[in-house]
């Protein structure tokens, strides 16, 4: 074979190669959270993040999940770890942040302008990215109108932002001794299988 067929066939065995990698790479799902994200008080492989990759896997869907949940984690620690974690490209955003701020008293509009401050970089790094918003309730002792105002936010922030919504990631979980450790406040594994079902839900679609 001559020098220049063998060159030829190395260029188009390159580019064949290329095409084929550009269509097979996954697509991504990160998980921007705090402890309910990152699975306090169990084995992380059984937090919903983990369980939502084994649904994709099991679906053959082509998508990857990073989880990047951080206990304790604000939504103004989110919006400082938002353009780390955004260094890589990302498909699909869920924003689970809030439920420390609410805990802690934070003024509301801070914590919707934090989360808004997440999309927004998320948006302008990754203009096609689809942005899932995971809402959560506080306890009524926390006072009625702090209790519904914060309940409020998250609606209006996917409506807002044509975002997909959760309204609630601990539906069926949350204040269910049996679904939670011992803590009462983060849920068990069985608690997590719920939450991916809740999860898994809104992601479907978007897949």
């Known amino acids: 074979m001559k020098p220049t067929h063998l060159v030829t066939l190395l260029i188009a ?5 290329s095409s084929l990698v550009a269509e097979t790479a996954a697509k991504r799902i990160l998980f921007l959270g705090d402890s309910l994200t990152a699975g306090y008080g169990i084995d992380p492989q059984l937090a919903y993040p983990s369980l939502i990759q084994k649904k994709l896997q099991a679906g053959d869907y082509n998508f990857d999940v990073t ?36 805990l802690r008293g934070i003024d ?20 096609e990215i689809q942005i899932v918003i995971a809402g959560m309730q506080m306890p009524p002792n926390l006072g009625e ?49 719920i939450i991916a079902e809740t999860v898994w839900s809104a992601l479907k679609p978007l897949l």
Do not use: C
């Open 13 to 17: 065995a390159i580019f064949a190669t």
């Open 145 to 193: 109108a702090y209790t519904t105002q914060f309940r409020s936010m998250y609606p209006e922030l996917a409506q807002e932002n044509e975002a997909t919504l959760i309204p609630f990631l601990l539906e069926d979980v949350g204040g269910q001794p049996e679904l939670n450790i011992a803590d009462g406040i983060h849920p068990n594994p069985a608690g997590h299988e």
């Open 67 to 102: 989880p990047a949940g951080l206990s304790g984690e604000t939504s103004a620690g989110g919006l400082r770890r938002a353009s780390w974690v955004l260094q890589k490209p990302v498909d699909i955003l869920v924003i689970a942040l809030g439920a420390n701020d609410g």
């Open 108 to 127: 509301l509009s801070d914590t919707k302008k934090n989360l808004q401050g997440i999309i927004d970089l998320a948006r302008k790094k990754y203009p």
